[in-house]
């Protein structure tokens, strides 16, 4: 059994998509044993991506929320 801690619990956001549209998700950062992830999903709970994270990328909440919206911008507005 992997050993589950929670670097930040869900936080919601809003993400700015071109045209002055935005995307209301959700998303929490975690470690899973020694992997750190970042897992973003719709508000009503569908999973919109999982990314594992570098070694030692622990960082402040607001930047894993810059992340997030960097990572849905890109894939959203492709």
Known sequence: MMNNDLIQDWTETQVPLKLGDSHDVRYKVFKD?????????????????????????????ISYE?????????????
């Open 33 to 61: 044993g020694t992997r750190l992830f970042q897992e973003i999903r719709e508000t009503d709970g569908t999973l919109i991506r999982k990314l594992e994270l570098p070694q030692g990328m622990v960082m402040k909440e």
């Open 66 to 78: 810059v992340l997030c919206r960097y990572v849905l911008s890109d894939a959203v507005n492709a």
